[in-house]
C-alpha cells in the first residue's frame, strides 16, 4: 500500500511527540508537528505492485462545494473552457440533488456504493449514536475523520472493494474503504483554508520555506492535480480526486472573487488530466465524473438556538467540539452524558440534529437509548411550563424548517406558521399533508398541487415535479434521513443567510459561508458524467445514487475481475 505503512510510522512517532508538548507549547508544537510530518513521510514511501488493470475504468473529481448557479454562469460565459468542452460530449445532468444532510464525506457515500446516504449507518460529519455504550457522540471532523469507514455499514461495498484485485486509488477523502493507494493533503489544506489567520499566516512568510509549508488555495489544487497524476499513470481501476478549495474558501469568506478564480484554475487543472489520459492511452476505457457533495451559501448571522433556549426556556443543549485535534479515538462512554438535557449537533453549519433524554426521569444511561416521543416533544418542560419545542424553533428568526417524526409512518415539518406532514405508504409513495402556510411552498405550484390533492406518489413523481422549486426532492431526502437509524429527535435547517454555529469553529470562530440544509442552493448541483463511446446527452435530473449507479455499471460493462 503505497506510502501508508511508512506515513503511520513517522505520523505516530510525531503526534506522540505532538500530544506530549501540546500543553506546553500550545497550537505551534501540534503545527510544527504537521510539518514534520509532511516534510518526512515522502522518504518513507513504500508500493505495493497490483495486476495490471483490465476493463473499463473510472476517476471521479469531486469539487467541493460547487454552485450550480455560479458555474453554469461560468460556463456560459466561457471561463471554464475544458469542462464546456467535457460537457459537449458527456451526460450532463440539469438537476443533480445531493445527499442530504447537505455534507463532505457523508456525501460521498452514494457515488461509491450507489445508494442512499441515509442508509449509510451514519447521518452527517456529526450524529449522536444512541445504541453505542462508547463514543457516542460521533464527529468526523480532524483526526477522527477515519472513524467514517469503520462506521459505515459493511454491506454493500464500496467501489474500491469490488474491485480491490486491481490498483485503486484516492487523494483527499476519508470515505474510501477498501482503496489502495490513499493520499492526504491534510497539513496544505489547512494552510490554505486558514491562510490569513493567525500563526497560517505567518507560516508563509517564513524565509525559504515559507511557500512550501503554507500553501494557498491555488497550490495546494496544484498539488492535488499532481498527487493525482501520479496515480494516473498506474492506470487506477478506480480513482477519486477532491479538490477542497471552493468549500474552505467559501466557508472562511463567503463567495469571493476568489471562489471564482478557483473554478478557472479547476478547469485548467481538469483539462490537463484529460489530456494525460488520452495521452497514456486510456481514454477509451476511462469514465471521467465531475461530481459535488453540495452546493453554498453565503451567511452573515450566525444563529444561536442552544443560547436562546436555554436563556428563554431553561432548555440546556450541549454543541460537542467542531473538531479532533488530538485523538482518532472516540470512547467517551454514555454514562458521561446522563446530565446533559441534550445535544446540538451541527453538520455544515446550516443544518442540525437535536438530540434529548427524557427531561422528567431520574436521569441515568439508558434514557440516552431511545428518541423522545412526540408527545414530550409537543409538551417539552421548560422554565415557565411546557412547550411545542418544534413550533417554538420555527418561529425562531433565522429558521427555516424543523422536522420531527410522530409515528413510523410520518414526518412533520414545521415553518414558520404551518407544518406539514409527510407521510410513506410503507413502499414506494409519500403523501404530502400541509397545514396553514407550507413549509415548502408547494401549494402554490401547480403541478405540485395536483400531488398534494392525488394522494400517494412516487418519490420520483415528487422529485420531477419540485425540480424548479425552492425544495427539490425535499419529500424524499428529508423522510429518508429521520427515518434512519440514529437520526435525532429534531432536525433544524437555517435559513438563507443564517447558520446555526456562532463561536464554534476552532480557527475563525465564525464561517461567512455553509452547507447543509435542503434548499436548492445545497442540494441541487451539477454533474457531468464523461463516458467513453457514448452519445452526449442530458438528463433532466439524477440523485446521487443514480450517478453512483451509473458509475458501477460503467465498471461492470466489459470489466474483468
Not at 447558520?499 to 470562530?509: G, N, T
Amino acid at each position: 500500500m503505497t506510502h501508508v505503512f511508512g506515513k503511520r510510522l513517522v505520523t505516530g512517532l510525531i503526534l506522540w511527540w505532538g500530544r506530549a508538548t501540546i500543553r506546553k507549547f500550545t497550537l505551534l508544537s501540534l503545527l510544527l508537528g504537521s510539518c514534520l510530518v509532511w516534510f518526512l513521510s515522502p522518504m518513507v514511501s513504500l508500493k505495493v505492485h497490483y495486476p495490471p488493470t483490465k476493463g473499463n475504468t473510472v476517476t471521479i473529481f469531486l469539487i467541493d462545494g460547487l454552485s450550480k448557479h455560479i458555474f453554469q454562469e461560468m460556463v456560459d460565459q466561457g471561463k471554464l473552457p475544458h469542462l464546456r468542452e467535457l460537457i459537449r460530449k458527456s451526460t450532463l445532468v440539469k438537476h443533480g440533488i445531493a445527499a442530504f444532510p447537505t455534507m463532505t464525506g457523508y456525501g460521498f457515500y452514494p457515488f461509491i456504493t450507489g445508494e442512499d446516504a441515509a442508509r449509510s449507518g451514519i447521518l452527517g460529519l456529526r450524529w449522536f449514536d444512541r445504541s453505542r455504550e462508547n463514543g457516542n457522540l460521533r464527529n468526523y471532523v480532524g483526526r477522527t475523520n477515519v472513524l467514517m469507514n469503520e462506521d459505515i455499514h459493511h454491506m454493500p461495498q464500496t467501489v474500491f472493494e469490488r474491485y480491490d484485485s486491481f490498483y485503486t486509488a484516492s487523494v483527499n477523502t476519508y470515505m474510501n474503504r477498501g482503496v489502495h493507494d490513499a493520499e492526504m493533503t491534510g497539513w496544505a489544506h489547512a494552510t490554505s483554508k486558514y491562510q490569513s489567520e493567525g500563526v497560517f499566516k505567518m507560516l508563509r512568510h517564513i524565509p525559504l520555506l515559507g511557500r512550501r509549508i503554507a500553501k494557498d488555495h491555488f497550490q495546494h489544487e496544484s498539488m492535488v492535480l499532481e498527487k493525482a497524476l501520479e496515480q494516473l499513470a498506474r492506470n487506477p481501476k478506480v480513482q477519486w480526486i477532491t479538490f477542497p478549495g471552493p468549500d474552505a474558501s467559501n466557508h472562511v469568506l463567503g463567495t469571493t472573487d476568489e471562489y471564482y478564480r478557483l473554478l478557472v484554475h479547476l478547469d485548467s487543472l481538469i483539462g490537463r488530466f484529460v489530456s494525460e489520459t488520452a495521452g497514456l492511452g486510456q481514454g477509451e476505457t476511462r469514465m471521467i465524473a465531475i461530481v459535488t457533495d453540495h452546493g453554498i451559501s453565503d451567511v452573515s448571522v450566525n444563529l444561536d438556538i442552544p443560547g436562546r433556549l436555554e436563556k428563554e426556556f431553561g432548555i440546556a443543549l450541549e454543541r460537542g467540539p467542531s473538531v479532533n485535534l488530538y485523538t482518532q479515538t472516540l470512547k467517551d462512554p454514555i454514562s458521561d452524558f446522563v446530565s446533559k438535557q441534550g445535544y446540538f449537533v451541527i453538520n455544515g453549519n446550516l443544518s442540525a440534529y437535536i438530540y434529548l433524554r427524557d427531561p422528567v426521569l431520574n436521569p441515568t444511561a439508558q434514557h440516552w437509548r431511545n428518541n423522545q416521543p412526540f408527545d414530550l416533544l409537543t409538551h417539552y418542560p421548560a422554565r415557565n411550563g411546557a412547550i411545542h419545542l418544534p413550533e417554538t424553533i420555527a418561529s425562531m428568526d433565522g429558521v427555516e424548517l424543523v422536522a420531527c417524526r410522530p409515528n413510523d409512518s410520518t414526518v412533520t415539518v414545521y415553518g414558520k406558521n404551518g407544518h406539514a406532514d409527510i407521510i410513506f405508504n410503507g413502499t414506494d409513495a409519500y403523501r404530502y399533508v400541509p397545514a396553514g402556510r407550507d413549509p415548502f411552498g408547494y401549494d402554490s405550484i401547480p403541478a405540485l398541487n395536483i400531488l398534494l390533492k392525488t394522494g400517494f406518489h412516487s418519490a420520483d413523481q415528487w422529485l420531477d415535479a419540485s425540480l424548479e422549486t425552492r425544495f427539490p426532492d425535499a419529500l424524499y431526502r428529508l423522510y429518508s434521513v429521520m427515518a434512519a437509524k440514529g437520526a435525532g429527535d429534531l432536525l433544524v435547517t437555517a435559513e438563507k443567510g443564517y447558520d446555526l454555529a456562532p463561536d464554534y469553529e476552532m480557527f475563525v470562530q465564525n464561517y461567512k459561508g455553509g452547507h447543509g440544509g435542503l434548499r436548492g442552493e445545497l442540494s441541487d448541483v451539477p454533474y457531468i458524467l464523461y463516458i467513453p463511446g457514448t452519445e452526449a446527452r442530458v438528463l433532466p435530473y439524477a440523485r446521487a445514487e443514480d450517478v453512483g449507479r451509473i458509475i458501477l455499471n460503467h465498471l461492470e460493462d466489459g470489466a474483468e475481475q
